[in-house]
């Protein structure tokens, strides 16, 4: 138990297109779920926390209206890429809250041209 | 920053030998966790333990604990190339977010 996929697992865009990134915990429910992201070589940085039906919390110096997160559902959260930028380019990974562990999605590599 | 360093960066052995892993925190936690990462993959969860427990094993892996250090290892016995990965130490200093460790980079000879 406890599966957790991200959907595309790979994207190439242009720059300034906005990209979404779905996450979503396939045999349980999450009411948190947390958004990752991870340079080459380097750990993992938090993002933000997505909680279902309220706003994000965002990391310091995440840009709210860059990276725009939404958990309608208790087993759905996205992350929007928006206007995105060379610099955006990362990999992006969610996790989905059980109990006191966060299980993680397979990971979403962007690349933006 | 808060994140968490481990040691060893990188570590090279051959199979059948023993892996330690090193990770020290820097704020108080409710629990430790270890996770394993395949290049460009996700994370997989290897262990937990408590503020409260100083060990604990599961299959062929040994996690140590001492709070009053702020410290954690991570034994792989008996490695297998299978184990080569990145392994990463997380902490939650008491909130649900998890802090991780700068990670160490595993490679198991066959």
């Known amino acids: 138990g406890a599966v957790v996929s991200q959907h595309p697992s790979r994207v190439i865009c242009k720059s300034g297109t906005s990209v979404k990134i779905e996450c979503r915990s396939l045999?349980?429910?999450?009411?948190?779920m947390f958004w990752y992201r991870q340079f080459p070589k380097q750990s993992l940085m938090l993002m933000a926390t997505?909680?279902?039906?309220?706003?994000?919390?965002?990391e310091q110096g995440v840009e709210k209206d860059k990276f725009l997160i939404n958990h309608a559902s208790l087993t759905l959260s996205t992350l929007t890429v928006t206007s995105a930028h060379p610099e955006d380019s990362s990999f992006y990974i969610c996790?989905?809250?059980?109990?006191?562990?966060?299980?993680f999605g397979p990971g979403t590599r962007l690349l933006v041209l | 920053s808060q994140q968490g360093e481990e040691d060893p960066q990188a570590l090279s052995i051959q199979e059948g030998e023993n892996a330690t892993m090193n990770c020290s925190y820097k704020t108080s936690i409710n629990n430790l966790q270890w996770y394993r990462q395949n290049s460009g993959r996700g994370l997989v969860h290897l262990i937990l333990?408590?503020?409260?427990?100083r060990e604990k094993h599961s299959g062929r892996l040994r996690v140590t604990l001492d709070t009053s250090k702020k410290s954690s290892s991570l034994l792989i016995t008996a490695s297998r190339a299978a184990d080569t990965a990145s392994y990463f130490c997380?902490?939650?200093?008491?909130?649900?977010?998890?802090?991780f460790g700068t990670g160490t980079r595993l490679q198991v000879f066959p």
């Open positions: 045999d349980f429910q999450a009411t948190t």
């Open positions: 333990i408590r503020s409260n427990e």
């Open positions: 997380a902490t939650d200093a008491n909130t649900d977010k998890l802090i």
């Open positions: 996790s989905a809250m059980r109990e006191e562990t966060q299980y």
């Open positions: 997505s909680n279902e039906g309220s706003k994000a919390t965002y």
